[in-house]
């Protein structure tokens, strides 16, 4: 196994378009080197992208925020301004692991594991973030919700590598949230994950979005529930047709973590009650 | 022990609670545990396993393995003892398959090599051709005519005629007349309940460091419940004789009765025969899931009648337990403590040991009692709630007494299970309100207790101090015990004792850790040979002083004359008869060695109170209190710590811990992020009250605490749900799923 350290995505995405048999991209190492250890993926190549210069930060872009790769959830929740900005995308990030491997776990890993079921995405895909890509075909700007393509997958090429998240600016009257269900109180993957991102007009919602992780092959945006919400106050009849939308975009698979009925069921409780928490942060905002 | 000796009362040491010896090193990092031993040209091993629940195996090629740089060697069935019968035939079985992998996780070869990786990747290189057989992990379905036959000629003689085969023991027991009760009852509730498989869960994966010469001789390190168990089942299974053998054990990180069993030690001493290199074995996380023992997964009818004044008229049980590919699930101790609570005129109780594709089981606290308090519990609550009767107040009208036939047969002796519940209801929890959503059960458990082989040596050193050799593994805190009881008995300070767990080869054999008897077992040798080294020191103070041994008492640390008449001596100090001991007689050591039978059971009610989120399912713990009579608690921090631990792995099995098996056969969830122990932040503070009724068979009145504390939380966890939820829930673990299904079930009933 060989393993680099270049000093920029440059180096790092040459180096991958050389390299032969498995490579992975090393930051947090919280999936990667598990998956190493328990003899999932054994990379022949591994590049350590912590390095780079600008991977550890949080900064100001616009309005809104540009995230290094290598930025832990730690880093994240102890970020005042971005979580004051942004409480449901911090709290989903949070939620991952433990207080160890929040010392570790970045978004972009999150992302790029490619599972349903990570907390970070529903809220990445709620908040309307977007990731730059650097290739061997050079540089493009990509939404994140068109990142995931099925479990394990994404719609990154061959030896492309992420280099920055970017979140949008806040705005006036807007807040987010996630919510997911685990029967533990910790350290559990979410069996159904909800990201609820809107803006208010007073007491009517003007824009929502609306995510559902663990209840399909990708993370979900689900429109149908943003719409049912979208001209209301969150009334009961709006919270009713929220929780109907969201359980009818769900198409789950029975395992071990959770069974179909059970997720379908529980992504309309979830809905309801992440809207709920949104609606209440963005009205008190300002 | 007999009873006719007097139990002591009056204690300096014992019911303080001083810090234990090995907590400094356990929380810095010096304590060495299984895979903390290193040893000079040592190998690392690695086992292969069988992917299917149920397989001939038809060829093993080991050449590419063998070919791969650093391997040393390559061991099967071969390499092991031929010709062992009985248990023996079984740890064998279990531990190396012979021609058929019996479940998904069996061992089949180990490999042993320079490093751990490179054994990882040759046992990969271990070439097995498999012929996959069919296979059955449900209980229910290993009993039905058409299940496939895990092994023929499993079963014993106690097997009735026209079972399954896989049905290879069978229970029958009780008095009275089961029928004429159920007809005296106003209320009869027959249910039915099911409990899966749980992980006894301890946190140190299995691991040690053996070698075997060529000779015949070999030494063992290893984390294990019990050395001497070790000690002489690898030298069984290798092949050689037992006291060439000299087991070592580590500090243990939990075991509670899943290192009772040997898995990993005759592996490496094959190994290392095989190479005359020391070999060590570690077991990973998936691999203690899928091949050593979780507890039995049960299948269990329970009936009870009940008078509308609420007493029981009789009690019957059909217990099923599936315990693997082995004979072994302990359905008669479910069968024996299902109504054991109970002073029951009629009591009926059935058991099936069932064999099935899943790894052996092993014992986990109290084996097979919590499942039968499951669904005992359950009914009795039923009936309590259908005919409008306070759960305490009932129990307390049924309770097992002084003098109660046990639904086991014996008589009871003194027993503490009416000042529980007695301490249960005075508690303010029983009393306190619930808030909306929350639910209250309560439960009673038993469990027998256990004395067993034991010898211990208690030595003298020159200046004052003793060292106490005893031969049961530290699993709960009995170094501070055993030197609390040394303290006490010699009169000196507990910083003066240092206890160590000796090796196989400094003392006589004792039996395993386990069935909680340490405290009581342990403890009384430990009184007997302070005692022993009493009676010496006061010989040699007699010898001294010129005067009849008879004429000479032990009191505050100090050998005194016995009264005026014994003659005017100035008190000699055990330090000052210990710096002379060389030129008085030699080296002073007690000892004792017996196998103490008079373990006294213990009873223990617990009160839940847990809140239902009827929208997802889920359940938390709200508040939890355990009562229970320890006899006499030694150290009461480590009495409630036993309390504490039974209670939290009883939410975890409650709640959501369980074996998932696929369509194949195949363990779904063998790592701790899907087999779902509880964490901290899921748990309350558990509360704790000590009953203190005192064992007659103990000369300090000492029970075994460690076990009871896990048979009622499945009950009472269950009563509580059940309460809070509205509706009753038969079937562990109570996960989400299966509450909105029952919540969903019962609404479509109206």
Known sequence: MQYHTPGNFEDAVSIAAK?????????????????????????????????????????????????????????????????????????????????????????????????PAADSVPAMFAAGASVSIIGPNGSRKVA??????????????????????????????????????????????????????????????????????????????????????????????????????????????????????????????????????????????? | ???????????????????????????????????????????????????????RIVKIDTSKAEALKGVKAVVTRADFAEGLTGENWNILENVMASDTALYDGHAVAAVAATSALVARDAAKLVEIEYEQLPHVTDVDKAMAPDAPVIREGAADKSVPEGLHPNVVRYHDSGHGDVEAGFAEADLVIEDHFKTEATHQGYIEPHACLAQLGPDGKGEVWC???????????????????????????????????????????????????????????????????????????????????????????AGKGVFRLQGGAFPGAPMEFTAMCAFAPYALENVHQIGYDVMSNRPKQAAYRAPGSPMAAFAVESVIDELCNQLGLDPIEVRLKNASKQGTKASFGPKFDRIGLVETLEAAMAHPHFSAPLQPGQGRGISCGFWFNHGGETAVSLALSEDGTVALSVGTPDIGGSRASMGQIVAEELGIAYESVRTTIADTATLGYNEISHGSRVTYATGLATIKAARDVVKKLSARAAAKWGIDEEAVIWEDGCAKPAGPNAGEFE?????????????????????????????????????????????????????????????????????????????????????????IYGEDGRLQNSIFLDYRIPVASDLPMIDTVIVEVPNPGHPYGVRGVGETSICPPLAAIANAVSNAAGVRLRELPMSPPRILEALEQQAAKG
């Open chain 1, 144 to 286: 994140v919700a068109d990142i995931p393509t099925g479990p394990g997958r994404t719609s990154l090429e061959k030896d492309e590598a992420i280099t920055a998240v970017h979140i949008p600016a806040r705005g006036k009257n807007g807040g987010d949230a996630y919510l997911r269900f685990i029967p533990r109180t910790e350290m559990d993957i979410a069996v159904v994950g909800c990201g609820v991102n809107l803006r208010v007009d007073g007491d009517t919602i003007s824009e929502a979005r609306v995510s559902l992780g663990a209840v399909a092959p990708t993370v979900l945006l689900v429109q149908a529930a943003a719409d049912a919400i979208i001209g209301t106050s969150l009334d009961d009849a709006a919270m009713d047709a929220l929780a109907a939308a969201a359980s009818a975009a769900c198409n789950p698979i029975d395992d071990k973590r959770g069974t179909i009925k059970f997720r379908t069921h529980v992504a309309g409780v979830l809905a309801r009650r992440a809207a709920k928490i949104a609606y209440d942060r963005a009205r008190a905002s300002k």
């Open chain 2, 571 to 659: 008190p000699l100090p055990l330090a000052k008869i210990a710096r002379s001991m060389g030129r008085t007689g030699g080296p002073i050591v007690g000892h004792y060695e017996a196998t103490p039978e008079g373990a006294g059971v213990s009873f223990a009610t617990h009160i839940v109170d847990a809140e239902v989120d009827k929208e997802t399912g889920q359940t938390k713990v709200v508040r939890y209190t355990v009562v229970q009579d320890a006899g006499k608690a030694i150290h009461p921090t480590y009495v409630e710590g036993q309390f504490q631990g039974g209670a939290a792995q009883g939410i975890g099995w409650a709640l959501n811990e369980e074996y």
């Open chain 2, 1 to 55: 022990m007999g009873i006719n000796e007097k139990i002591t009362s009056d204690f300096k040491v014992v019911g303080t609670r001083p810090n234990r010896p090995d907590g400094v090193d356990k929380v810095t990092g010096r304590a060495k545990f299984g895979a903390d031993a290193y040893a000079p040209g040592m190998l690392h091993a690695a086992i292969v396993r069988s992917p299917h629940a149920h397989a």
């Open chain 2, 223 to 313: 984390c294990t419940q019990g050395h001497f168990n070790v000690q002489k089942v690898c030298a069984a299974l290798v092949g050689t004789e037992t006291s060439q053998i000299r087991v070592t054990a580590s500090e243990i990180g939990g075991g509670f009765g899943g290192k009772t069993v040997v898995f990993i030690e005759p592996v490496a001493l094959a190994l290392s025969r095989k190479t005359n290199r020391p070999v060590k074995l570690v077991m990973s996380r998936s691999e203690v899931f899928r091949a050593t023992g979780p507890t039995a997964s049960t299948s269990m009818d329970v009936k009870i009648g009940m008078t509308k004044d609420g007493k029981i008229t």
């Open chain 1, 19 to 115: 390299a032969d048999g498995v490579t992975r991209f090393l930051a947090g190492g919280t999936d990667v080197l598990v998956q190493l250890r328990a003899d999932i993926v054994t990379p022949d190549v591994l590049i350590d992208i912590k390095k780079i210069d600008g991977v550890k930060d949080i900064a100001r872009e616009g309005g809104g925020w540009r995230i290094g790769v290598a930025v832990t959830g730690a880093e994240m929740s102890e970020h005042s301004e971005l979580e004051a900005e942004w409480p449901g995308l911090v709290e989903a990030m949070d939620l991952i692991g433990s207080t160890q491997v929040q010392g570790r776990a970045t978004l972009v890993g999150n992302l790029c594991n490619g599972s």
